[in-house]
């Protein structure tokens, strides 16, 4: 059984179309409160109605993919805001607001050319975390693209952290020895000495 590779129009980082700047059709104002220094979070928290979640879900209802992928680096640029146990608030309500479409968002997102290594580590991360889980093949095989990226390093060493445990998550021979094969096809691609070592231990 062959893996079946991704239809994404990226290919390991290197775009279908020119590069041109990415500007998002969401209204400039949805980001813009949030992003300003004198916005206050509601005492209440994050998941409080007056919290952006309402105007982002909204907004998502409208925006077809490329739209989506705009307004995803609208939420990667603002500041950081979170705890120890959920570092990346705004960017975990971006993605619950995409819902269904979040995978497939947050995927382009992380290949896009425009993106930067720690924007691309802060999607992988949320691409990890999103409930219910993308099927373990579809996760490899991203994953896999990432790795071949050479530009994303931090990226690439929290793919490497998370291969393993995404990789016992398969379920018969087939698809393992499927896995097996593009581990090793995407070794030579690796710059990385540790990333390479832990791709031929998982293979073998």
Known sequence: MKLIWSNSP??????????????????????????????????????????????????????????????????????HSGTA?????????????????????????????????????????????????EAPQGLIDLGMRVLALGSAPETASAVNENLESICVRLTNQESELATAHTLLRTLPRCSSIKIKTNLARIVL
């Open 85 to 133: 146990d959920a570092p990346d608030q705004l960017l975990s309500l971006w993605s619950k607001c995409l819902d269904k479409t979040a995978y497939r968002v947050l995927a382009q997102t992380l290949l896009t050319a425009e993106a930067i290594d720690d924007g691309r580590r802060r999607i992988w991360r949320q691409i990890t975390s999103l409930d219910p889980m």
């Open 10 to 79: 990226i290919t390991y980082g290197k775009s279908t179309q020119p590069k041109q700047n990415i500007s998002s059709p969401v209204p400039p104002g949805i980001f813009r409160q949030v992003r300003s220094p004198n916005y206050q979070r509601p005492s209440v928290g994050i998941r409080s109605k007056r919290w952006p979640g309402v105007a982002w879900k909204k907004a998502v209802s409208v925006l077809d993919l490329p739209q989506s992928v705009a307004s995803t680096f609208e939420v990667l640029a603002l500041a």
